[in-house]
């Protein structure tokens, strides 16, 4: 990666429509050169996904919860069926496997805290391995993404 790349890289983050035309204009290269690196860049899988960050609220999900999920056990088993659940089910905006007091951190969106009890009746309180969890509910949102700084060669 050069810093072109890291350029582009960067300017994606935060305009992901971003065309190879405006590109070039950011990052001193050619619109074609921008699409040649763009396609490269994507097949790499450097590039994860393109997507679209939603208002919660705009569609009747405003109530964002970040919950701590611990496990009795996290023998093999155990953390593939709750990472597989946690993968499926839709509520479930962000879930990572971490160290520290929780084995789990859940970011999720439910249309409110109804909502929430089920989804909790569903996946934690019918789950045996879940030992306990621990709610935090979102007043604000400071900042919403998921851009990371690219720095060039």
Do not use: W
């Not at 705009?58 to 946690?86: C, H, P, Y």
């Not at 839709?90 to 929430?116: H, K, W």
């Amino acid at each position: 990666m050069d810093k072109f790349d890291a350029a582009i890289l960067n300017a994606l983050q935060h305009n992901a429509r971003s065309t190879a035309e405006a590109l070039s204009v950011q990052v001193g290269l050619s619109p074609d050169a921008c699409r040649k690196r763009l396609a490269r860049l994507r097949a790499s899988g450097l590039i994860e996904a393109e997507i679209a960050i939603l208002d919660p609220a705009k569609v009747g999900r405003g109530l964002i919860l970040i919950v701590e999920v611990t496990l009795q056990n996290e023998r093999k088993l155990d953390l593939d069926r709750f990472k597989s659940a946690m993968q499926a089910a839709p509520e479930v905006m962000q879930c990572y496997y971490v160290t520290g007091n929780a084995d789990f951190i859940l970011i999720l969106s439910a249309r409110d805290m109804a909502d929430y009890e089920d989804f909790t009746r569903r996946h934690f309180f019918a789950e045996d391995n879940v030992l306990r969890f621990r709610t935090s509910a979102v007043m604000d949102r400071v900042k919403t993404g998921f851009a990371i700084p690219v720095d060039g060669v």
